[in-house]
């Protein structure tokens, strides 16, 4: 049985939602997807793993037949990425940190480079994805990894989105690119013809709506896979830019002074700092 609070979030956006092991069910009519003595390992992710679909399976016309797979799941997965990178959405989060090179060459599969480090493509590489391609064959699982998104529980009814386009681009609050974000202060007021009006007519002050937050908009594809920053003989550059602020306020280390005085400048600066995040613990204005 799904969890409550999940299904509720997904069914707002998908149309199909249930596990791996029921809608792989499903999929492949004619087997067993999940079979008596089979490890804990593999049952507990055709149980417990979600998967989503903007389409109900009635709709996938004709029902896959099961073939013993010819390829393994490394280049299976490969094979996904190459057929997801030629289309016009790029986006699909199995695809991220992997190109398709500019070389010509006679498979697919090798065409797809990695840049960068994804590890929801390790994770489905590992055993139990290996077992579910020769349970299911290759069909479903080109299906499975092209057509669906995946969620994988990680405990206290959170998931981590292992293939599919991102959720975040999926809700409804976040349709609209480009458009400009309301500033969040912690309070909104409500639209004019909204407010309420008294027994005498006169309108009432607008009524505060305190934001949480899980308001806050955060882009991850934005913060795990962005372009590094780069310094001298092209080396990363790891942590914050150094233009940022929190790296303005550490102090000279090249300057002869005591350990005592370092400290005290830096926080000195610190407290310099925090008057601009927090002005009314300072009572400024």
Not at 73 to 80: D, G, P, Y
Not at 84 to 93: E, Y
Request: include cysteine; hydrophobic fraction near 35%; aromatic fraction near 6%.
């Amino acid at each position: 049985m799904l969890p409550e609070t999940p299904y509720n979030l997904l069914s707002r956006v998908y149309r199909v939602v249930d596990t791996l092991g029921n809608y792989a069910d499903q999929l492949v009519p004619e087997i067993f997807v999940e079979l008596p003595d089979d490890p804990p390992d593999f049952a507990a992710v055709l149980n417990s793993w979600i998967i989503c679909l903007s389409r109900s399976v009635a709709e996938i016309e004709p029902k896959f037949k099961y073939f013993k797979p010819g390829i393994t799941q490394s280049e299976l997965i490969k094979r996904v990425q190459y057929k997801l990178l030629k289309l016009p959405d790029r986006s699909n989060v199995l695809c991220q940190g992997n190109r398709i090179t500019d070389e010509r060459d006679d498979s697919s599969m090798e065409r797809v480079v990695s840049y960068a480090i994804n590890t929801n493509v390790e994770k489905l590489k590992d055993r139990v994805w290996r077992q579910l391609l020769e349970r299911i064959g290759e069909g479903p699982m080109i299906h499975i990894l092209s057509t669906c998104s995946i969620f994988e529980p990680v405990g206290n009814d959170c998931f981590v989105q292992l293939c599919g386009t991102p959720l975040s681009d999926l809700l409804p609050s976040n349709n609209v690119r480009g458009a400009k974000r309301a500033q969040t202060t912690g309070a909104v007021e409500e639209p004019a013809e909204k407010r309420q009006q008294a027994e005498n007519g006169a309108i009432l002050p607008p009524k505060k709506i305190i934001n949480t937050p899980a308001d806050i908009p955060i882009a991850r594809s934005r913060i795990f896979y962005s372009r590094p920053q780069l310094v001298a003989q092209n080396k990363v550059r790891l942590g914050l830019p150094g233009s940022h602020v929190l790296n303005k306020v550490q102090p000279d280390r090249t300057a002869q002074e005591t350990p005592e005085s370092r400290q005290k400048k830096l926080e000195s600066a610190a407290r310099h700092l925090s008057k601009y995040i927090f002005p009314r613990q300072y009572k400024l204005k």
